[in-house]
């Protein structure tokens, strides 16, 4: 089993969609939660943090569950510029080691 | 302007033809990293490093060596690369290592072919 599990997809949803991805990982000494957005192979970067109490940034909505180890990503109101991989991330802080899921393709259609 | 280089951004070489890729931050992270991406997968560590003189293995260190004898370099050589090396590279850092929420700042990447 690996570590780190995200919903295959891909995702094909209209503009104006919510989509929700999700993510389970299997560490429970896991300590920090991430969502990072990769463009058609570019590097990867930071859509946002996971935190305990969940949190929102715009349209974006992540939520942590520790005692069913996993965390989800809530899009509301899709954009055609939401077309991108989302990718898990879940960090063992003390020791270093960041673990990415395969990532979950989207693709927002007109 | 803050970021991380990579170099090569392209490469094809030879089996057993060593290489380095090089990787440099110009922010004064303590935690780097070296990750590969293969098509239909995610990033896979490769070696990490929590400050100068620091590494460590991540999940798929075999083939590759590193070193970290500054704070703002971080190379991966691969001594004699093999085809199954041929991968999408990706160099991070992070400014403090051990910090819960480390946002990782990624490289352009280095997209390597070893025939």
């Known amino acids: 089993r690996k570590e780190v599990e995200q919903d295959p997809g891909p995702f094909n949803v209209p503009e104006g969609a919510t989509v929700a991805f999700n993510c389970t990982y299997s560490n429970s000494a896991s300590q920090s939660f991430f969502w990072y957005r990769q463009d058609c192979r570019k590097e990867p970067k930071l859509l946002m943090s996971?935190?305990?109490s969940g949190n929102e940034d715009g349209r974006f909505t992540a939520q942590l569950n520790r005692a069913s180890q996993y965390i989800s990503l809530l899009i509301r109101d899709s954009k055609l510029s939401d077309s991108a991989t989302y990718l898990c991330?879940?960090?063992?802080?003390?020791?270093?080691?960041?673990?990415f899921g395969d990532g979950t393709t989207l693709t927002v259609k007109p | 302007e803050a970021q991380v280089t990579q170099n090569p951004r392209y490469l094809i070489t030879v089996t057993g033809k060593k290489l380095t890729v090089t990787c440099s931050q110009n922010m004064n992270h303590e935690y780097m990293s070296w990750y590969r991406q293969d098509p239909g997968l995610g990033l896979r560590q490769i070696y990490y490093s929590m400050n100068v003189e620091v590494t460590d293995k991540g999940d798929v260190p075999e083939g590759y060596k590193v070193s970290r004898k500054e704070k703002r370099n971080f190379p991966l050589i691969l001594e004699s690369p093999s085809p199954n090396q041929t991968s999408l590279y990706f160099c991070?850092?992070?400014?403090?290592?051990?910090?819960?929420?480390?946002?990782?700042?990624f490289g352009p990447g280095t997209r390597l072919t070893v025939l």
């Open positions: 996971v935190y305990s």
């Open positions: 991330v879940v960090l063992n802080t003390n020791a270093g080691k960041s673990t």
């Open positions: 991070a850092s992070s400014p403090l290592a051990g910090a819960t929420y480390n946002e990782q700042f």
